[in-house]
C-alpha cells in the first residue's frame, strides 16, 4: 500500500455573485468593543494584517517591516490581484436600480428570503468585496480575512457574514443562492466609533429553539450569540484616504470610510474545528445601515462560492501488481480502528482503478478501511488490508492499495517406457494466456514454466528425443488457479509424458558371383501383423538389402529367399 496526501482542496463551485438584502432584528445585547489588537491575529501563519492596512493602504504599500518568511514585506490585499486561489476578488453593482438585495418588508428568519433589484444607500452600496482563507497547520486554526469597499464613505459602517453549508440544496427558482441550513453561521461586525472600535458577534441557523427575534418560530437565527474577543476577531474601517495605486482591490482613489476590513479566527470563534466536521460552500456578505447589529436593516450583498472546509476527504485507488484491472473491487470505510465500526460507506472500483464515489466530508478522527468484494480471479488482497488510519481536519489524503497478481505453474516430466528412465530434449508447447511458450525437458527429464495467470492451458508435446517416438500427441487442458512457482510446481499442473524408444534393422544378402551364375535373392520384412516394413520387399538381386528404421519395440519377420 503506497499512501498520497495531497494539498488543500480548492473549490470546484462555480463562483457567482448576488446582491441581497437581509436584516437582523432581536432583543437588546451587551455590547462589546473590539479595538485592534496589534492588527494581526494571534497563530496567523502568514500574519497577515486585518487592521493595520486602514492605515497603511489597502495593499501595505508602506513596507511594514513584519517578520514574514521569506524576508519581504508582506502585501496583504494586493495578493487579490493575481486572481487565484486562495484569494478572491468580487466586484459588485453599484448606484444601480438592479442592485439586487431582498424584497423589503420580509422577515429576517427565512430559509430562503426573496430578491429583487433595488438602488442601495452609497454608504451601504458594495462596489468590491475581497477574502482570503489560510489554515495554521500546527493549531488547527482556520482564519478568514474579509474586506470591502464601498460606494461613498461610511465612518459606523456595518456588516453581516453568513456562511452556508449548502446541505439543503439552492433556494426555489434560484441557481445561486443557498437555502440556510441548521448550523449556518452569521458573522454580525459593527465598525463603530469611525471604525476606531468593532464589535463582532456571532448568531447560528437553528431549526427548533428559542429565536434571537423572540416573535419568529423557528427555523430562524437563534438566541444563542456570541461575542467575539480581541484575539480572536479584529478589523477597522480606513481613516485616511487611499490612493488608486494605494487600493489594488479596485484600483481607484478612495476616501476615508469607503474601505473596511477584518480578520476572525473561525476556529476560536467557534464557526469551524472542534472534534465534527464543519463545510460552508457560500459565503453571503451583506451590508447594513449603521446602527446595532441586531436591529438595522441590511442593504447590498454579494455572494461568494469559495469553500471554508474543516471536513477530511479521503480518495481511494485500487490497482493489480501485474497492472491488471481491479473493477468491481468493493471497499468499505468503517469508523474507529478496526472492521466493527459502523460503515461510513462503501466504493467501486472503476476501470481507471479509482475507487468512486470518493469519501468526502469526513469528521477528523480513526477509520478502517477493507476490501469487501469483488476480488478479481487470479489476485489476493492487498496484505496492507484492513489498513487503519487517522484523518485531521481539513486533510485531502489518497490511499492506494496492490492486489497481488496470484501465479501457476505447469510443469512436464518425460521418460521412456522402458524403466522410466528420464529422457532430455521433449518439446511441449504451451497456449494459453499470454502465451504461446515452449518446454524443453533437461537431463533430469523436466521443465517448467512459471509467472502463469491463472486461466486455461493447453500443452501438447511436439517434438520427442533423438531416438524415441512420441507416445501421447493428443492436447491436454489444464487449468491454472493455485499459486505455485517452479521449480516445485506439485500445485499447480504436473503432467508426466512417456516416450517409446525406436530400433533400427537391415536384412541384406550379397552374391560371391555377381555374373550369370551366381545367385539371386528376395528380401521381405513384414511387423506382427504382416505389413511391410522400411523398403520391403527387395529382390530378386545378386545383392539385395532391406532397411526398417524408427521400429517401435515388437516382431518383425525377415524372410530371404535365395534363388540358386
Not at 480548492?10 to 448576488?18: A, E
Not at 430562503?112 to 433595488?118: D, F, L, Q, S
Not at 453581516?160 to 441557481?175: A, D
Request: include cysteine; aromatic fraction near 6%.
Amino acid at each position: 500500500m503506497t499512501e498520497r496526501v495531497l494539498g488543500p482542496r480548492k473549490s470546484k463551485r462555480r463562483r457567482t455573485r448576488l446582491l441581497v438584502l437581509s436584516s437582523i432584528v432581536g432583543a437588546a445585547l451587551m455590547v462589546f468593543f473590539v479595538v485592534s489588537a496589534g492588527a494581526v491575529l494571534p497563530g496567523s501563519p502568514s500574519v497577515f494584517e486585518s487592521g493595520n492596512d486602514t492605515t497603511l493602504g489597502v495593499g501595505n504599500e508602506v513596507v511594514d517591516n513584519l517578520p514574514v518568511p521569506p524576508a519581504a514585506p508582506h502585501t496583504d490585499w494586493i495578493s487579490v490581484t493575481g486572481g487565484g486561489d486562495p484569494y478572491v476578488h468580487l466586484t459588485d453593482v453599484a448606484a444601480a436600480t438592479n442592485d439586487d438585495s431582498f424584497t423589503p418588508g420580509q422577515k429576517q428568519d427565512t430559509v430562503c428570503p426573496t430578491v429583487e433589484g433595488h438602488k442601495n444607500p452609497p454608504k451601504d452600496d458594495f462596489t468590491d468585496v475581497a477574502s482570503y482563507v489560510e489554515k495554521n497547520q500546527t493549531t488547527g486554526d482556520t482564519y478568514l480575512y474579509g474586506a470591502t469597499l464601498r460606494y461613498a464613505p461610511n465612518g459606523n459602517a456595518s456588516e453581516n457574514i453568513e456562511l452556508k453549508q449548502g446541505t439543503s440544496g439552492f433556494c426555489p427558482g434560484s441557481t445561486t443562492l443557498l437555502a440556510r441550513t441548521p448550523g449556518d453561521k452569521l458573522l454580525a461586525i459593527d465598525y463603530l466609533g469611525g471604525g476606531s472600535a468593532v464589535q463582532f458577534h456571532v448568531l447560528t441557523w437553528i431549526a427548533s429553539g428559542p429565536c434571537n427575534v423572540a416573535n419568529d418560530p423557528a427555523p430562524c437565527w437563534g438566541a444563542n450569540v456570541l461575542t467575539l474577543d480581541p484575539n480572536v476577531a479584529e478589523g477597522g474601517v480606513s481613516v485616511v484616504n487611499f490612493t488608486a495605486a494605494q487600493n489594488p482591490i479596485s484600483g481607484q482613489a478612495i476616501q476615508a470610510g469607503q474601505f473596511a476590513e477584518f480578520g476572525v479566527n473561525l476556529t476560536d470563534a467557534g464557526i469551524v474545528g472542534g472534534t465534527g466536521c464543519v463545510a460552508f460552500s457560500q459565503t453571503v456578505w451583506e451590508s447594513r445601515s449603521s446602527g446595532s447589529s441586531f436591529v438595522s436593516s441590511t442593504k447590498d450583498i454579494t455572494i461568494e462560492d469559495k469553500d471554508i472546509n474543516t471536513c477530511a476527504n479521503l480518495s481511494v485507488r485500487k490497482v493489480g501488481s501485474d497492472g491488471g484491472s481491479q473493477a468491481g473491487v468493493v471497499l468499505t470505510l468503517y469508523e474507529g480502528s478496526d472492521t466493527t465500526g459502523a460503515v461510513v460507506g462503501t466504493c467501486t472500483v472503476d476501470a481507471n482503478g479509482d475507487c468512486l464515489p470518493p469519501f468526502t466530508d469526513l469528521d477528523p478522527g480513526t477509520y478502517t478501511i477493507d476490501e469487501t468484494a469483488g476480488l478479481p480471479p487470479g489476485y489476493a488482497k492487498d496484505p496492507a488490508l484492513p489498513f487503519t488510519f487517522t484523518l485531521a481536519a481539513d486533510e485531502q489524503r489518497t490511499l492506494t492499495f496492490t492486489d497481488v497478481a496470484q501465479r501457476g505453474a505447469i510443469k512436464v516430466t518425460k521418460t521412456s517406457i522402458k524403466g522410466n528412465t528420464l529422457l532430455a530434449g521433449a518439446t511441449f508447447s504451451v497456449t494459453g494466456p499470454g502465451g504461446p511458450y515452449t518446454l524443453t525437458t533437461g537431463d533430469d527429464g523436466t521443465d517448467c514454466l512459471d509467472d502463469l495467470m491463472f486461466g486455461d492451458y493447453v500443452v501438447t508435446e511436439t517434438a520427442a528425443p533423438g531416438g524415441y517416438a512420441i507416445d501421447d500427441a493428443t492436447p491436454h487442458n489444464v487449468t491454472i488457479g493455485t499459486n505455485a512457482e517452479c521449480p516445485n510446481a506439485s500445485v499447480g499442473a504436473d503432467l508426466a509424458f512417456s516416450d517409446t524408444p525406436l530400433t533400427d534393422i537391415t536384412a541384406t544378402a550379397n552374391s560371391q558371383d555377381d555374373g550369370p551364375g551366381g545367385t539371386l535373392s528376395d528380401i521381405s520384412c513384414v511387423d506382427g501383423n504382416g505389413d511391410d516394413v522400411g523398403n520391403s520387399p527387395q529382390g530378386p538381386a545378386h545383392d539385395v538389402a532391406v532397411a526398417a528404421n524408427d521400429l517401435h519395440p515388437g516382431t518383425y519377420t525377415c524372410t530371404i529367399v535365395i534363388d540358386p
